[in-house]
C-alpha cells in the first residue's frame, strides 16, 4: 500500500466515526442541530489557522459568493439529514448504508443533466441499490409507512449527491483560484448562517429536543464536539487532499472509502452492541455492491 492510499484508508476511518461520534453527544444530550453546528464552527476555526500557517489564505471572489451560498445551504442540509436519524433512534448500519445509496441520486442528476446516458446495466445498478434500500430501512411490502428516521438519511443521500455535483463543477472552473481547503473553508462560512435560518425553520415544526434543542454545553460535550470537528472533518477532508492521482485511481478511491459504511457498522456493535435483522445486513451489502459496481464502471467511461 502506498502513502496515498493509506491516506485514504485513515480518512475512511475517520468519516466512519461521525455516526460514532453523533450518538456518543447524543447520549449527552446534545442535539444533533447543535452537533453539526459546533462541527462546522470548529471546522472553521481549524482550517483557519492552518491556512494562515501555510499561507494559503484567500480572500473570495465577489463573483463567486452565490456559489458558495448554495453550495453552503445544501452541505449544511446534508449534514444536518445525516446526524439527526440519529436523533430518532436509527441504527448507525441502518443510516451509514441508507446515505451511501448516493450514487443512485448521482447517477439520475448525470441522466437529467445529459451527463450520461442511461443503459440497461445503469438501470440494474440503480435498482439492485434501491433493493438495497428498501431491505435495510425494515419496509414491508404490507407497510410502506416511511418514519422520519428513515426519511433523514434518504434525504441526506440525496443533498449528498447534489454536493459531489456542485464540487465537481468547483473543481472545473475555480480549481486556479482556490485550494480544497479554501473552498472547504468558504463551504463552511455560509453553510453556518445557513444553519441557523434552518435551525428556527425546524424549531416550529419539531420540539424534538435531541433534533433541535438548545443547551450550554459543558467542558466534556464540548472535548467531544472538538474531536468530532477535528478527527471525523478535518482529518479526512485534508488527507484527501494530498491524495495523488498517479498513485491511487478515482476508482480505488472511491472503492477504498466504501469502507467507511462498513467500519460504521463494526462500531455500532463493538461500542454500542447495535444489531439489525440479517435482511438489513444483506441490504446493506447490496446497497455497497451497486456503489461499487457504479465506481467501476464509471471508471471505465472516463
Same mark, same amino acid.
Given at each position: ?7 485514504? *484508508? ?7 466515526? %461521525?455516526? *460514532?461520534?453523533? &450518538?456518543?453527544?447524543? @447520549? ?5 442541530? @447543535? ?10 476555526? %481549524? ?10 489564505? +484567500? ?21 444536518? &439529514? /445525516? ?6 433512534? &436509527? ?33 440494474? *445498478?440503480? =435498482? ?7 431491505? *435495510?430501512?425494515?419496509? @414491508? ?7 422520519? /428516521? ?14 459531489? !455535483? ?22 463552511? =462560512? ?10 428556527? %425553520? ?16 459543558? =467542558?466534556?460535550?464540548?472535548? !467531544? ?30 472503492? $477504498? ?25 444483506? /441490504?446493506?451489502?447490496?446497497?455497497? $455492491? ?9 471508471? +471505465?467511461?472516463?
Amino acid at each position: 500500500m502506498n502513502r496515498s492510499q493509506g491516506y485514504v *484508508v485513515i480518512a475512511a476511518v475517520g468519516f466512519s466515526f %461521525i455516526l *460514532v461520534f453523533s &450518538t456518543v453527544l447524543k @447520549e449527552l444530550g446534545v442535539s444533533s442541530l @447543535e452537533q453539526l453546528f459546533f462541527r462546522m464552527s470548529f471546522g472553521l476555526v %481549524i482550517l483557519s489557522f492552518v491556512m494562515l500557517v501555510q499561507r494559503k489564505f +484567500r480572500i473570495m471572489r465577489r463573483g463567486d459568493v452565490s456559489f458558495f451560498v448554495v453550495i453552503g445551504v445544501v452541505y449544511s442540509l446534508f449534514g444536518l &439529514t /445525516g446526524l439527526s436519524s440519529i436523533a430518532f433512534g &436509527t441504527p448507525i448500519t441502518v443510516v451509514a448504508a441508507l446515505v451511501n445509496t448516493q450514487p443512485i441520486f448521482t447517477a439520475i442528476m448525470a441522466s437529467l443533466t445529459g451527463k450520461e446516458k442511461v443503459t440497461a446495466i445503469k438501470v440494474g *445498478v440503480i =435498482l439492485v441499490g434501491v433493493l438495497g434500500a428498501f431491505l *435495510v430501512s425494515g419496509l @414491508e411490502i404490507t407497510n410502506l409507512h416511511i418514519g422520519i /428516521g428513515i426519511a433523514f438519511p434518504i434525504l441526506a443521500s440525496f443533498f449528498y449527491a447534489a454536493y459531489l !455535483w456542485l464540487k465537481r463543477q468547483a473543481s472545473t472552473s475555480m480549481s486556479k483560484d482556490y485550494t480544497p481547503i479554501n473552498a472547504l473553508f468558504n463551504t463552511y =462560512l455560509f453553510a453556518v448562517p445557513s444553519l441557523v435560518v434552518i435551525w428556527f %425553520i425546524m424549531r416550529s415544526l419539531n420540539t424534538n429536543p435531541l433534533f433541535v434543542g438548545i443547551t450550554t454545553p459543558n =467542558l466534556l460535550q464540548l472535548g !467531544w464536539l472538538f474531536l468530532f470537528a477535528a478527527f471525523s472533518t478535518i482529518l479526512p477532508y485534508g488527507l484527501l487532499n494530498y491524495v495523488k492521482v498517479e498513485e491511487v485511481s478515482p476508482t480505488t478511491e472511491g472503492l $477504498l472509502l466504501l469502507g467507511d459504511p462498513l467500519l460504521s457498522s463494526l462500531w455500532a456493535i463493538l461500542l454500542f452492541e447495535q444489531y439489525v435483522t440479517m435482511t438489513q445486513y444483506v /441490504g446493506a451489502g447490496l446497497i455497497l $455492491l451497486s456503489a461499487a459496481i457504479n465506481l467501476r464502471k464509471t471508471a +471505465r467511461t472516463v
